[in-house]
Every structure is written in C-alpha cells, then in structure tokens.
C-alpha cells in the first residue's frame, strides 16, 4: 500500500510543522480496522488517528510511515512499525522496511526475526569509539558538553536505525523526545536480542507511565548489555520533533 500511494506526492503539512501523506492515514485507517479484528477487545494508539486507552484485549501500537519525510521524498530509510501492549509490556512486534525486503519480527520470550531467519544476539559490552552510535542534532545540542562515544550516524527514521542495531550495523541508538508508537515494536525486538533498554541516566524505562503520558520525554537507549554508558538527564521542555 505504501509503495503504491509513494507515486501520488500527496503531502501536506500537519499543525506541528511535520509531513504526512496519504499513505500514512490510509495505512493507519486499514490497521484500526485489520488489527483488532486479529485480537478481538483491542484498541489502537496510531499516528494519525490518536491515542484509544487500552482494551479488554490490549492496546495496539501503529506508526503508519516512520520516517514520513525519508519516504516522501524518495529515501528508502523509512518503514512501518506495529507492536502489542497489555499488562505494562509490549507482547509482540513488527517492522517492516519495503524498500529493503525486511520484516524484523518478535514475540516476548520468542526471540527475534528477520524475514523468518532468527537474529543473533546482539554482543555485550563497552560502545568503542570507532562504532556507531545513532542519535540526532536535538540530542546533540543538549549533550554537545558532554562525552558520547562512538560516531554518530543519524538515519531520520527510527525503524531504520533499530534495525540497524538488531543487525548491529551500529552499536546503539538513543532516542530523544520519542512516542510509544514509533518506539514499541524495536523494544521488544531489541529485548529478544538481549539489549539493554532504559533512560540513558540509568533508570528503569516503564511502559505503564509512558502509556499515561503518552510519549517519552527523557533519551533512552538501545544498547549493548553492560556498557556502562550513562548520561545526567537534562531537560529542555522541548515540544516533541516529528521525524
């Protein structure tokens, strides 16, 4: 459906300043009805279409285009992210990167998939300098004085830059200012592969607050077990950047 609707370039600009297309309402308006007819008593939390309160039978998570700018102007960084929340944690996931042939895949106490093949786990230990480290210039400019190793690389599409760290084409990712739905399939992916996944200051990331607040203020990371890598939590009250 994506791939179809990309040739029309029916973009617009929504009130944040952000992009979206056809595809993006178009595909989420498929998923609220196609998903909860797979778990009968879920809702949906999706994009474009807003927040529903958890169901009887869960709460569904949908990024319709994760990387709307990527795909609308002809990037192949961009994809399409579900993931399965009830009882404070995400049961399940998926993302999809057409452009690249990948479905990642994962099921809690499962493993994780790529187009069927398992996934190796992702390797413990330190972020090297020479390995890459996914974060973005707002990170950047909040951080810019304090020491962040690796390289950064930056993708503009969250989907992308996981898969990149299930792969382990990089070492890790940080997320600033990030929503649940475009987060919520990469945990359970990540935490299938044995990464290490909390705020980068160390503390715990809980997935039932996050539900209340509806999005994820403080930088978290998606990273090797046992790096070490923490960083004081500095606040900027800055409003949320659709990527």
Known sequence: M????????????????????AADRAIESFLRIELPRLVPGSTVWGEEEGFESPGQAG???????????NYSFGSPLWGVSIAHYQNGAITMGCIALPDFDEIYSAGAGKGAYLNGERLSPIPAGPIEPFQLLSYDDGFLRDYQH????????YAGAYVVEAAFVFRQSFRGLISYKANLYDVAASLVIAGELGAEIRYLDGTRLDLPPIIEARCITKPFLIGPAGSGFTLPFVDRSAKLIKR
Do not use: Y
Not at 2 to 21: F, I, W, Y
Not at 63 to 68: A, L, Q
């Open 2 to 21: 994506a791939r179809r609707l990309r040739a029309e370039q029916n973009r617009q600009l929504k009130p944040d300043g952000s992009l979206v297309t």
């Open 146 to 153: 304090h020491p962040i190793p690796g390289k950064m690389r």
């Open 59 to 69: 709460l569904w998570l949908v990024d319709p285009v994760d990387g709307t700018s």
